[in-house]
T-cell receptor
Framework: GQQLNQSPQSMFIQEGEDVSMNCTSS?????WLWYKQDPGEGPVLLIA?????ELTSNGRLTAQFGITRKDSFLNISASIPSDVGIYFC????????????FGTGTRLTVIP | KAGVTQTPRYLIKTRGQQVTLSCSPI?????VSWYQQTPGQGLQFLFE???????NKGNFPGRFSGRQFSNSRSEMNVSTLELGDSALYLC?????????????FGPGTRLLVL
């Protein structure tokens, strides 16, 4: 199945640093979502973006829906140890199909 | 409000067997989607059920099937299991509209095929 190109694949950062990851696709999406997954658990929704150009924040997280509708980025400011996990972007295409296309994931390690 | 629940959480089967996994959506949600997650292929969409009907289907063989009951609970079945079916199977629920719906995931069922 199609996957979105997500980078970087992994990151090792010091506690307190800012983090940035992004997702690109050759296809247009109507919705971009960012999820975090902890080991052995399902993905948990962090931020949902519904409009091209939209910039949305959720606490220390900020995400943007690219103007071309083919990309999105997620920033985490002032990282803390509990930010550790795998972050996935997901895109949803036009109305009429509820399936999500997922990025390959960014594994984040925060060093205290 | 309770989240999406999946049972069982862990399962071990042998090749050739069949397996049934269960998913209970968030109360009021009528759409249930199933995804397979493996290290090699990542998260891939299997199918979606809404109002007891399959509304959307991914690119998986016919060995993978599902159904939805009138209370929106869903089951997925995998017949003639293969080693490559070992994966985390996730279900996600949403209200059921087709425009900008947010999907909420359950904790998954980890299936190991020996």
């Amino acid at each position: 199945g199609q996957q979105l190109n997500q980078s970087p694949q992994s990151m090792f950062i010091q506690e307190g640093e800012d983090v940035s990851m992004n997702c690109t696709s050759s296809s247009i999406f109507n919705t971009w979502l960012w999820y975090k997954q902890d080991p052995g658990e399902g993905p948990v929704l962090l931020i949902a973006l519904y409009k091209a150009g939209e910039l949305t924040s959720n606490g220390r997280l900020t995400a943007q829906f690219g103007i071309t509708r083919k990309d999105s980025f997620l920033n985490i400011s002032a990282s803390i140890p509990s930010d550790v996990g795998i972050y996935f972007c997901a895109g949803q295409r036009v109305s009429g199909a509820n399936n999500l296309f997922f990025g390959t994931g960014t594994r984040l390690t925060v060093i205290p | 409000k309770a989240g999406v629940t999946q049972t069982p959480r862990y399962l071990i089967k042998t090749r050739g067997q069949q397996v049934t996994l269960s998913c209970s959506p968030i109360s009021g949600h009528r759409s249930v989607s199933w995804y397979q997650q493996t290290p090699g292929q990542g998260l891939q969409f299997l199918f979606e059920y809404f109002s007891e009907t399959q509304r959307n289907k991914g690119n998986f063989p016919g060995r993978f099937s599902g159904r939805q009951f009138s209370n929106s609970r869903s089951e997925m079945n995998v017949s003639t299991l293969e080693l490559g079916d070992s994966a985390l199977y996730l279900c996600a629920s949403s209200l059921g509209g087709l425009h900008q719906e947010t999907q909420y995931f359950g904790p998954g069922t980890r299936l190991l095929v020996l």
